[in-house]
């Protein structure tokens, strides 16, 4: 059975790729794997969109590998603006990244000078970035009783009794699905208005499907300490270009643009970002796929004995194991005995290795899920589903909500 001692994050499909059956790494590496055996393995852990790009733009790209991989790409600002023009942003307020996990790094680094208050559990790099750096971190506890949810204003109470200087909230958060809807988001900007800044992460707001326009990347462009956060490789389904951008007004976005290397985006950001514009029928249409993958996935895993699913705007569904079930264990089982690769939440602090994050995936590959937990998990009560301060009707299609 497979082994991963994981001690930041899980291991990459590339690392899965790369083991032999019954082979053992006994390197002193993070992981250590024994005997992940070589099927066709069905990712539920990196949360991509599985609709997107479409096979036409794979095809392209393949056929641009030689001069992609060859030549340098485009400077950032040629970049930037292309992808300012296909979302109708003004190239003032955005900078953009090799991955929000650099952006975060900047912000840090620039931006944040003495202490950083974020809801926990979230994104490790929100907590881990400034802890790397010698700052406070003030972490406001979801609680699981309250379904994860955060509620604005006993954040921001917390945030005044712990003198926080700067505040984070990503919406949806990382690994629930946690949302807060535009009007909530607004009245969180207003009432820390007085803050050095806050980060709105908005890395996975595109799935959202509860509410029509709930981004707040507008009101970043024009507030003095906001910046809205956003992922490309999530929303796009190529975490492997690493690619994302920040909104904020003309001054924010300019230091953190200024602190970026000329070059650091590549080839095949470029290539893709000068693809959008004609794919962005088929980019609306990836989102209402998945938002009915979601749906269906969830009710699904409600229908799994022990299981407790709690509802989500991402792309992903966070699930409670049952009492006595560690999801370390587990993780080994579905991936070695079904192939089946998922995220284990026992490294996310406030979190516990009792949580599965799943991403979501179309029907024929939540079945293999499926008939993994079934073999694996003992008999047990019918499954918990999460449907209350949320709204059941969030997770559903907008076609399927019930009326307001």
């Not at 090799?98 to 944040?112: A, K, R």
């Not at 490789?233 to 920040?246: D, M, S, T």
């Amino acid at each position: 059975m497979s082994q991963l001692h994981s001690t930041a994050h899980s291991p990459s499909w590339a690392m899965l790729n790369r083991l032999v059956p019954g082979a053992q790494d006994d390197r002193q590496d993070p992981y250590r794997v024994v005997a992940v055996p070589q099927v066709d393995r069905i990712d539920f852990c990196i949360p991509c969109n599985p609709y997107f790009p479409t096979p036409e733009m794979f095809a392209r790209m393949q056929g641009s590998l030689e001069s992609i991989l060859k030549y340098y790409p485009s400077d950032a600002d040629t970049v930037t603006a292309e992808l300012c023009s296909v979302l109708g942003l003004n190239q003032q307020t955005v900078a953009m990244g090799n991955g929000s996990t650099e952006l975060i790094t900047w912000i840090d680094h620039l931006l944040v000078r003495e202490s950083l208050a974020i809801p926990v559990p979230t994104f490790g790099r929100w907590t881990d970035q400034p802890l790397e750096t010698g700052k406070r971190v003030d972490m406001f506890l979801l609680h699981e009783e309250h379904d994860f949810a955060l509620d604005p204003q006993e954040y921001v109470r917390f945030i005044r009794r712990r003198g926080s200087r700067v505040a984070v909230i990503c919406n949806p958060n990382n690994p629930d699905g946690g949302f807060l809807r535009r009007h909530q988001m607004l009245w969180l900007l207003d009432e820390l208005a007085d803050l050095d800044l806050v980060v709105v992460d908005e890395s996975f707001i595109d799935f959202v499907d509860g509410e029509r326009a709930p981004s707040v990347a507008d009101e970043a462009a024009l507030r003095p300490n906001v910046i809205v956060l956003k992922s490309l490789g999530k929303n796009f389904g190529l975490h492997g270009i690493r690619f994302g951008y920040l909104v904020a007004n003309p001054a924010l976005a300019g230091t953190v643009r200024r602190a970026l290397p000329k070059w650091n985006l590549n080839s095949f950001a470029e290539s893709v970002v000068f693809m959008l514009k004609e794919y962005a029928l088929e980019y609306r249409q990836s989102l209402a796929l998945l938002a009915r993958d979601r749906a269906n996935m969830s009710l699904a895993l409600a229908a799994v004995p022990g299981l407790t699913v709690f509802l989500s705007q991402g792309n992903f569904l966070l699930v409670k194991l049952p009492d006595g079930v560690d999801g370390a264990e587990l993780r080994d089982r579905l991936l070695t005995e079904h192939g089946v690769f998922v995220r284990e939440c026992g490294n996310k602090l406030g979190s516990s290795s009792q949580f599965l994050r799943l991403v979501v995936r179309p029907h024929e590959d939540v079945q293999r899920l499926l008939d993994g937990l079934q073999s694996c998990l003992p008999a047990g009560p019918t499954a918990l589903s999460r449907q209350t301060s949320r709204g059941a009707h969030a997770a559903l299609p907008q076609a399927l909500a019930p009326a307001q």
